[in-house]
Protein backbone atom coordinates (compact mmCIF):
# COMPACT_ATOMS: atom_id res chain seq x y z
CA UNK A 1 0.00 0.00 0.00
CA UNK A 2 1.54 3.48 -1.15
CA UNK A 3 2.04 5.81 2.09
CA UNK A 4 0.77 9.00 2.57
CA UNK A 5 3.38 11.59 2.94
CA UNK A 6 3.15 14.91 4.74
CA UNK A 7 5.79 17.35 4.68
CA UNK A 8 6.85 20.08 8.01
CA UNK A 9 9.36 22.06 8.84
CA UNK A 10 10.30 21.85 12.81
CA UNK A 11 10.25 25.42 14.30
CA UNK A 12 11.82 26.56 17.83
CA UNK A 13 8.48 26.43 19.53
CA UNK A 14 9.07 22.33 18.71
CA UNK A 15 12.23 22.28 20.60
CA UNK A 16 13.46 22.02 24.13
CA UNK A 17 16.30 23.64 25.89
CA UNK A 18 18.73 21.16 24.64
CA UNK A 19 17.33 22.37 20.45
CA UNK A 20 15.70 18.69 20.04
CA UNK A 21 12.37 17.89 18.81
CA UNK A 22 10.22 17.60 22.10
CA UNK A 23 8.97 14.26 22.57
CA UNK A 24 5.61 14.70 22.88
CA UNK A 25 5.45 16.88 19.76
CA UNK A 26 6.19 13.88 17.57
CA UNK A 27 2.63 13.11 18.58
CA UNK A 28 1.20 16.55 17.33
CA UNK A 29 2.95 16.03 13.86
CA UNK A 30 2.13 12.51 13.38
CA UNK A 31 -1.37 13.64 14.51
CA UNK A 32 -2.01 16.27 11.55
CA UNK A 33 -0.31 13.75 9.02
CA UNK A 34 -3.26 11.24 9.95
CA UNK A 35 -5.92 14.37 9.49
CA UNK A 36 -4.48 14.94 6.31
CA UNK A 37 -4.55 11.11 5.65
CA UNK A 38 -8.06 11.07 6.91
CA UNK A 39 -8.72 14.05 4.44
CA UNK A 40 -7.14 11.85 1.16
CA UNK A 41 -9.61 9.30 1.93
CA UNK A 42 -12.51 11.67 1.05
CA UNK A 43 -13.61 11.69 4.97
CA UNK A 44 -14.90 14.86 5.90
CA UNK A 45 -14.49 14.86 9.88
CA UNK A 46 -16.31 18.09 10.39
CA UNK A 47 -19.47 16.43 8.94
CA UNK A 48 -18.55 13.01 10.70
CA UNK A 49 -18.57 15.57 13.93
CA UNK A 50 -22.16 16.77 12.86
CA UNK A 51 -23.42 13.42 12.46
CA UNK A 52 -22.19 12.99 16.59
CA UNK A 53 -19.23 10.64 15.60
CA UNK A 54 -15.54 11.60 15.84
CA UNK A 55 -11.90 9.37 15.83
CA UNK A 56 -10.10 8.44 19.08
CA UNK A 57 -6.97 6.98 19.41
CA UNK A 58 -7.39 3.81 20.94
CA UNK A 59 -3.59 2.62 21.13
CA UNK A 60 -0.33 4.14 20.26
CA UNK A 61 3.02 2.47 20.33
CA UNK A 62 6.16 4.88 19.79
CA UNK A 63 9.69 4.67 19.58
CA UNK A 64 11.95 7.77 19.20
CA UNK A 65 15.07 6.75 17.16
CA UNK A 66 17.22 9.89 16.29
CA UNK A 67 16.16 13.88 16.74
CA UNK A 68 15.26 16.17 14.51
CA UNK A 69 16.22 19.66 15.24
CA UNK A 70 15.13 23.20 14.58
CA UNK A 71 15.00 24.30 11.14
CA UNK A 72 14.66 20.45 9.82
CA UNK A 73 12.41 19.38 6.68
CA UNK A 74 10.41 16.21 7.79
CA UNK A 75 8.06 14.03 6.38
CA UNK A 76 5.86 12.06 8.42
CA UNK A 77 4.88 8.82 6.19
CA UNK A 78 1.23 7.34 6.84
CA UNK A 79 0.38 3.45 5.95
CA UNK A 80 -2.56 1.60 6.76
CA UNK A 81 -1.75 -2.02 8.00
CA UNK A 82 -5.26 -3.39 9.37
CA UNK A 83 -8.81 -3.00 9.45
CA UNK A 84 -11.69 -4.08 10.73
CA UNK A 85 -15.72 -2.98 10.93
CA UNK A 86 -14.34 -1.32 14.56
CA UNK A 87 -10.85 -0.44 14.07
CA UNK A 88 -8.17 1.02 11.63
CA UNK A 89 -4.49 0.75 12.25
CA UNK A 90 -1.68 3.00 10.92
CA UNK A 91 1.95 2.92 10.47
CA UNK A 92 3.16 5.95 11.06
CA UNK A 93 7.13 7.17 10.51
CA UNK A 94 8.56 10.70 10.59
CA UNK A 95 11.66 11.00 8.30
CA UNK A 96 14.84 13.30 7.44
CA UNK A 97 15.78 13.10 4.10
CA UNK A 98 16.06 9.39 3.90
CA UNK A 99 16.89 9.14 7.91
CA UNK A 100 13.79 7.36 10.38
CA UNK A 101 13.55 9.65 13.43
CA UNK A 102 10.31 8.38 14.88
CA UNK A 103 8.17 5.56 14.24
CA UNK A 104 4.28 4.83 15.70
CA UNK A 105 2.11 2.43 15.27
CA UNK A 106 -1.96 3.87 16.06
CA UNK A 107 -5.36 2.07 16.46
CA UNK A 108 -8.24 4.41 15.66
CA UNK A 109 -11.98 3.31 16.55
CA UNK A 110 -14.98 5.60 15.96
CA UNK A 111 -17.11 7.15 18.98
CA UNK A 112 -20.21 8.36 19.49
CA UNK A 113 -20.38 11.58 21.53
CA UNK A 114 -20.90 9.99 24.33
CA UNK A 115 -18.01 7.68 24.19
CA UNK A 116 -19.13 4.51 23.19
CA UNK A 117 -17.67 2.82 20.39
CA UNK A 118 -19.31 2.31 16.67
CA UNK A 119 -18.38 1.05 13.58
CA UNK A 120 -15.86 2.84 11.52
CA UNK A 121 -17.39 5.13 8.50
CA UNK A 122 -15.34 3.90 6.00
Not at 17 to 39: D, H, M, P, S
Not at 69 to 88: G, H, I, K, N, Q
Amino acid sequence: MTAHRFSLRVYYEDTDLAGLVYYANYLKFIERARTEWVRAQGIDQVALKARGLAFAVRQLTADYLKPARFDDLLTVETTETARSPARLTLSQRVLRDETLLFSAEVTLVCVKDNGTPTRLPL
